[in-house]
């Protein structure tokens, strides 16, 4: 996906943890086969180069460079790893922000990595972030308006669970928004995910920490998100197919 993703992409999946399956080489292996263009998201630094070592001959498999906000209380020292890393990285994630009870403490440090990182990003100008931003959207677009301008980063919201004002102050921003099936099981979500512009819209597993019947999924998964979003979109799976890979393609030459 640094360059565009040849033709024999099918489907999308912008934000899943290969690293964190047993079988991870094979799973590379089956995003080519199956013809899914995979962001390798990572959470710590350290996991960059055997990431990259993995993914080197594959065609549809790309990785992003992170620091997770869930291991910011570990790892803020790894942000000096992190920026000498920058510079080989067009992907980042994951990064962002996480305000839930479990992480609550750190939160001083989320934010203070976090605002390191848009800032280099801004400095180097036109990566692509996914960002985590669970029970913190707001505090999420602040940084971003504050730290990243549009014109020096992309940036698709992972997971988003925001209020329908915060995914307006998102769109008004250019961002994308990146869906999963767990995600559409919520009727209040699946209302959101409803009024999302068309063309602001790419599908992903967030494996493993998602599960199908007790299963972490696999990227191939995102079929079935594809489905179910034009369902709630009222549109055809196929239509929504082609505006999910044609999303990507517009992301990633940008
Ligand atoms: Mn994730």
């Known amino acids: 996906m640094s360059e565009p993703p040849s ?3 099918r489907w999308v999946d912008f934000h899943c943890h290969l690293d964190l399956y047993s079988d991870h080489a094979e799973l590379i292996a ?13 959470t710590t630094p350290k996991a960059w180069e055997r990431n990259r070592e993995l993914a080197t001959d594959a065609v549809l498999v790309r990785v992003a460079l992170g620091l997770h906000p869930q291991l910011v209380a570990e790892r803020a020292a790894e942000i000096g790893l992190f920026e000498s890393l920058l510079p080989d990285a067009r992907y980042v994630g994951e990064v962002g922000l996480d305000a839930s009870p479990r992480f609550y403490r750190s939160f001083d ?3 203070h990595v976090f605002e390191r990182i848009l800032r280099m990003c801004a400095e180097q100008g036109n990566k692509i972030l996914t960002v985590h931003s669970v029970r913190a959207v707001s505090k999420v677009l602040q940084h971003l308006e504050r730290a990243l ?14 209020s329908a004002s915060e995914a307006r102050r998102a769109v008004d ?7 999963n099936s767990e995600m559409l099981k919520s009727p209040k979500h699946r209302a959101l995910v409803e009024q999302l512009p068309a063309d602001r819209l ?4 967030d494996g493993p920490f998602v599960l199908s019947e007790g299963v972490p999924v696999r990227p191939l998964a995102v079929a079935e ?3 179910e979003l034009a369902t709630v ?5 196929h239509d929504m197919e082609a505006q999910i890979l044609a999303n990507l393609l517009t992301l990633v030459s940008q």
């Not at 089956?30 to 990572?42: H, K, Q």
């Not at 921003?173 to 869906?179: D, L, M, N």
């Not at 790419?202 to 597993?205: A, H, V």
């Open 7 to 9: 033709k024999r992409a």
């Open 30 to 42: 089956e995003c080519d086969r199956e013809r899914v263009a995979t962001l390798a998201v990572t």
């Open 109 to 111: 440090a989320q934010e």
């Open 149 to 162: 301008p549009t014109d020096r980063g992309h940036v698709v919201l992972h997971w988003f669970t925001g």
């Open 173 to 179: 921003r250019g961002y994308y928004f990146s869906v």
């Open 202 to 205: 790419l599908t992903e597993t």
């Open 225 to 227: 998100t594809v489905v």
């Open 233 to 237: 979109r009222g549109v055809s799976p």
